[in-house]
Each structure stands twice: as C-alpha cells, then as structure tokens.
C-alpha cells in the first residue's frame, strides 16, 4: 500500500516538473526576435593623423562587447583611410582585430564614394580599389559571401545606373547589404566626440542616453513599420559605425535589444529571411531603409497602415543642433 502511494506521489511530481517545464516558455511572453549587426565606416570614423590610440580604444571596446553578446558582425572598410604617412601598418592592424575577432569585413568604396555624384564606370573602380586590402585579410575565411554597402546607402540616383552597378556587383560575387534599421550614430557622434574633447561628462552622459533611446525607439518602428508590410516582424538590420559613440553605448543597447527578446544572427542567415528576397526595385537619391524600398517595391504605402513616415523617429533637435555645430 505504502509503496503505491508513494509511486502515484511521484508519478504527481514527475506530471509537476513535465508540466512546469513545458509552460515555462509560454509564460515568459519574451518576443522571439532576431536581428543582425552591420558596422560602416571601418577602419574607424573620422581617423585623423595620430589618432590610432583613440582609433584602437574604440575597436578594442567594440570587439570586447561584441563578443561578450556573442554577435556576430559584417563590418563595411573603405580602403581609402587606410592611406596615411607612418600609420598605415597601424590602421590595417586595425581591420585584423576585427578579422581576428571572427567578424566579415564588407567592402564599403575606396573612398566612401557617393554614387549619385559618380559615373557608373567611376563608381565601379571604387568598388575594385576598395578590395585589395580586406580580400587579403579574409583569405583566411575563406569561402565567405561577400558583402558590398553603397555610402549614404546610395544606390544609384536612375535606374539605369542602380541596375548597372546591380549587375557590375553580382558578377564580382558581392551581395547588396540591405538595413531596416538606421541607428543616426553618426549624428550623435559629433557632438558626444567635441564634449569627450571638452572633458563634458553632463554632455556626454546625456548624448549617450539621447542615442539608447533613439536606437530603441528606431528598432520599435521598424518592428512595427515591417509588421504592416510583411504581416509579421522581419530579421531586423541595424547599421551602426566603428566610432566612440557606439564604443561605449554598445553594450547597453545590445542588453536593451535582448530584453525586447532579439537573438543576433549573421547577415547570412537575415539574407535568407522571406522579406530580403524581395528585388529593392526602388529608385531615389536618397538612402532610405530597405523597409522603404521593400513596401514602395511591393507597389504599396503607408495609406491604410498603422505607422506613417511620421512616426520614423528623428534625433532631439539639441542633438541636431550639436550636430550642425560640426
Ligand atoms: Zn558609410
């Protein structure tokens, strides 16, 4: 008798632990997110002649966050600022740390180009002399996709010129990299760069809250702005760049993304995600997101959605006036 009850005792605690174990995930109610991580501008923003110790700082801190969070990262180079008298061993040195690190180096232009400005035949050499360097570095990972991102996400200002770079890029084995998520780092960087000079911690320490919550509030847009063009959230694309703003922002931003339930994939697999093999078909002079180009290539808008242009979150305007200052 006693014996029974105690297998029906433990047969109720084994139906106990089944039951908790299986409702635990439900219970949480944490989104199943995924996004991946692009940086632009490498080998570091705005590198100036003896400025490899702040250039090293900010990449060594980046690195450290990112493989902390375990994100793996695609980085854009432009070759270009590899070139300077007595630092150019330096700043390559630079991109091995990134290579090092188990990150992709993408080619970004020789000298962060903009295509509206440049013939097609123009804007193809920069593609060629933006990848002496980086091929190099990467012969050790190979085979790896490449990657190429338009400066200012350019595209091509006719789309004569868009389809003919497409075709120029596809052929050298490169992938256009899409973004759903634009960061506007660069924006705050000016002015948190000019109060680290100053020694301004208050300025600082507000600039770097002001940029958490515009990258929060950017990703929240793109959620929502994806959900009404796809029916459901897509692989986000954040662009960021190697500067000192996200040095030291990055790894709360990273906390805060995974408390939305984000889980950081490679760019690899967010190309294979339904929404990125829709054709950006979309012509402008302007670097839209791809969110932007997707639904205008998908032939709709914003009319009868529940997010417009509006609610795309701009910096404070105290942010854009320490901007402007230069
Ligand atoms: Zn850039």
């Given at each position: 008798m006693?014996?029974?009850?105690k297998?029906?005792m433990?047969v109720?605690?084994l139906?106990?632990?089944?039951?908790?174990s299986?409702?635990?995930?439900?219970q949480?109610?944490?989104?199943?997110r995924?996004?991946?991580?692009?940086?632009?501008?490498?080998p570091y923003v705005?590198?100036?002649?003896?400025?490899?110790?702040?250039?090293?700082?900010?990449?060594?801190?980046?690195l450290?966050i990112?493989?902390?969070?375990?994100?793996?990262v695609?980085?854009?180079?432009?070759?270009?600022?590899?070139?300077?008298?007595?630092e150019?061993?330096?700043?390559?040195?630079?991109?091995?740390q990134?290579v090092?690190?188990?990150m992709?180096?993408?080619n970004h232009?020789?000298?962060?180009?903009?295509?509206?400005?440049?013939?097609v035949?123009?804007?193809q050499?920069?593609i060629?002399?933006?990848?002496?360097?980086?091929r190099?570095l990467?012969?050790?990972?190979?085979?790896y996709?490449?990657?190429?991102?338009?400066?200012?996400?350019?595209?091509?200002?006719?789309q004569?010129?868009?389809?003919a770079i497409?075709?120029?890029?596809?052929?050298?084995?490169?992938?256009?990299?899409?973004?759903?998520?634009d960061s506007?780092d660069?924006?705050f960087?000016?002015?948190?760069?000019?109060?680290?000079?100053?020694?301004d911690?208050?300025?600082?320490?507000?600039l770097r809250?002001?940029y958490?919550?515009?990258?929060v509030a950017?990703?929240?847009?793109?959620?929502?702005?994806s959900?009404?063009?796809?029916?459901?959230?897509?692989?986000?694309?954040?662009?960021?760049?190697?500067n000192?703003?996200?040095?030291?922002?990055?790894?709360e931003?990273?906390?805060r993304?995974?408390?939305?339930?984000y889980?950081f994939?490679?760019?690899?697999?967010?190309?294979?995600d339904s929404?990125?093999q829709v054709k950006d078909?979309?012509?402008?002079k302007f670097?839209?997101?791809w969110?932007?180009?997707?639904m205008?290539?998908?032939?709709?808008?914003?009319r009868?959605?529940?997010?417009?242009?509006?609610?795309?979150?701009?910096?404070?305007?105290?942010?854009?006036?320490?901007?402007?200052?230069?």
């Open positions: 006693e014996a029974t009850s297998y029906f433990n109720k605690l139906i106990v632990i089944f039951l908790l299986v409702s635990v995930p439900a949480t109610n944490k989104p199943s995924r996004m991946t991580v692009t940086f632009d501008d490498l705005a590198i100036d002649q003896q400025g490899l110790p702040k250039a090293r700082r900010a990449t060594t801190e980046i450290r990112l493989k902390a969070h375990r994100v793996p695609v980085a854009f180079v432009n070759e270009g600022f590899l070139q300077a008298a007595g150019e061993e330096g700043r390559i040195a630079l991109l091995q990134w090092h690190a188990g992709i180096l993408g232009t020789f000298s962060h180009a903009d295509f509206n400005t440049l013939t035949e123009e804007f050499q920069e060629i002399k933006g990848e002496v360097v980086t190099r990467m012969q050790s990972h190979q085979p996709q490449l990657y190429f991102r338009h400066p200012g996400t350019h595209t091509g200002d006719t004569a010129k868009k389809e497409e075709v120029f890029l596809a052929a050298r084995g490169y992938k256009v990299t899409p973004h759903t998520i506007e660069f924006v960087n000016v002015g948190y760069l000019r109060a680290l000079r100053n020694k911690e208050a300025t600082a320490r507000r809250e002001a958490l919550n515009f990258a950017a990703t929240e847009f793109a959620e929502r702005f959900s009404e063009i796809f029916g459901d959230e897509i692989t986000q694309t954040l662009l960021v760049h190697a000192d703003i996200n040095a030291d922002c990055l790894d931003m990273l906390k993304f995974t408390a939305r339930g889980r994939v490679t760019l690899d697999e967010a190309m294979r929404a990125y078909k979309y012509v402008s670097g839209p997101t969110l932007w180009r997707w205008k290539s998908k032939g709709m808008d914003t009868g959605m529940k997010v417009s242009g509006k609610d795309d979150p701009e910096p404070p305007e105290w942010v854009m006036d320490l901007y402007r200052k230069g």
